[in-house]
């Protein structure tokens, strides 16, 4: 889980018998500047954090044996203006991420060795007003997004 404030990604094992769950050693672990969200490749052998005050994202290797994380080489990588979540394709081949202050979603393809993200032609892509949560279809022909819906609520003085 990623902590906005701190900075960090808790990490935890789950008990199988129970579905408790129990830190890591070594977690927290350090992440990038204000971490929103995070996402595991469907390979479990990378996570993604979103971290929202310098518009990139980090990308872990993830300990098979342990689940520690360690940060790759070469990242972080630059996103838009105000990136808020990260998702994959099924196949961990594509990634998109959804930049509510660019009103764009980036994309990425994703080395398979490094985790390490590269552009895809034509990124980034027009998304309507404060795109937010990203998700693709099980058969990784559609991306669907969702925007952040602030609402002001003016209040009358009597």
């Known amino acids: ?10 990490a935890f094992s789950i008990t199988v018998d129970t579905g408790a769950l129990v830190p890591i050693a070594g977690s927290p672990f350090a992440a990038g500047s204000q971490p929103e969200s995070l ?3 469907p390979g479990g052998h990378f996570a993604y954090v979103i971290n929202q ?13 342990t689940g520690a994380l360690t940060p790759t080489p070469d990242s972080p990588f630059p996103t838009g203006g105000e ?6 394709d099924p196949s961990g081949k594509f990634a998109y991420v959804a930049n509510g202050l660019s009103n764009n979603v980036s994309g990425y393809t994703v ?5 390490a993200l590269k552009e895809v032609a034509g ?3 027009a998304a309507g007003i404060e795109p937010a949560w990203l998700t693709v279809d099980p058969s990784g022909k559609f991306l ?4 952040r819906a602030f609402q ?6 009597r």
């Open 39 to 41: 996402t595991v490749d």
């Open 152 to 157: 002001q609520r003016n209040h009358v003085q």
């Open 111 to 115: 080395n398979p060795t490094t985790g």
């Open 123 to 125: 990124s980034p892509f």
């Open 83 to 88: 990136p808020f979540h990260f998702s994959m």
């Open 1 to 10: 889980m990623a902590n906005f404030g701190g900075f960090t990604i808790a």
């Open 53 to 65: 005050n310098s518009n990139t994202v980090s990308v872990f290797s993830i300990n098979a044996t």
């Open 144 to 147: 669907y997004r969702n925007e």
